[in-house]
């Protein structure tokens, strides 16, 4: 997948681009299943730790507060910055360069042409192949000037304690919510088993693109895009205590779909040439002309 480089501001944006988030995740969770069986399991992004990836953390881990989720919601969720055809915005997609991924060099829409191509391939319902399709699609945050640590990065709850199971948990000592004794105790706002659509996730594209499509797809294609960064759950089942028994049924599909994205990546793709005329019927079949982001 291929990202953005950092933006001038590099004191909100640390890493080198957005995509060594992911190069970070491939790391911790190596785990390809049969989407590239011709390819070894330690032929995938095998880095060593980088600074950039820690600094990343830290700045997300520090400034990701309650209200700062809150604040992010009210502002992105009125859909009121800008109005396009999904294709204008994988157009920008494009634009976000990343020349450090070891797995491929090919651009963004690429990327996302191979995860939905290794869904359909497989034979999955066509919701799930535009999930493939779109499930990035919220990293246009940057497009509105959003740094990387509030589009990109390991999602986690906030408004209660954080759990060791997230990356790098001892970032969270600088966080304002630290100090806070009502977030820090194990429910902290919540209620035991109360359900995740009750819980405010930390800000970025999953939740962003999740509030985007909530008309248009089925429940299980929601779960999807808003938890596939949610690693502490669906990797490490930290959050037992907030999920419900609907949670833990949809996250059999969120547990489906990870392996898709990280781990697709075909060198043979078809041209778009060739994938154009499906992905375009499929986009019509389930999108209107344009989409408010």
Known sequence: MRNQSASS??????LQNLDQWEEDILTRYPDPK???????????????????????YRLNH?????????????????????????????????????????????????????????????GHPDWMVLVGLIHDMGKVLCLFGEPQWAVVGDTFPVGCAYSDKIVYPEFFS??????????????????????????????????????????YLPEPGLYMLRYHSFYSQHREHAYEHLMNEKDHEMFKWVNLFNPYDLYSKNPNQKSWAELEPYYKALVAKYLPATIKF
């Not at 501001?9 to 640390?14: I, L, S």
């Not at 011709?38 to 600094?55: G, L, P």
């Not at 194990?186 to 008309?215: A, F, I």
């Open 62 to 122: 520090t400034y990701q507060t309650y209200d700062f989720v809150k604040q992010k919601k009210a502002d992105y969720l009125k859909f009121d910055k800008k109005e396009m055809p999904i294709w204008s915005a994988f157009d920008f997609l494009n634009k976000l360069v990343d020349d450090s991924d070891p797995d491929t060099d090919l651009d963004q829409m690429q990327h996302l042409l191979q995860t939905s191509e290794a869904i359909r391939n497989d």
């Open 174 to 215: 600088e966080n304002p919510d630290y100090k806070n004794e009502i977030y820090q105790t194990k429910l902290g706002v919540y209620t035991q088993n109360c359900g995740l659509d009750n819980v405010d996730m930390s800000w970025g594209h999953d939740e962003y693109v999740y509030h985007m499509m909530k008309p």
């Open 34 to 56: 049969n989407i590239n069986a011709d390819k070894k399991e330690e032929q995938f992004r095998n880095y060593e730790e980088k600074d950039s990836v820690k600094e990343f």
């Open 9 to 14: 501001k590099d004191n909100q944006n640390p």
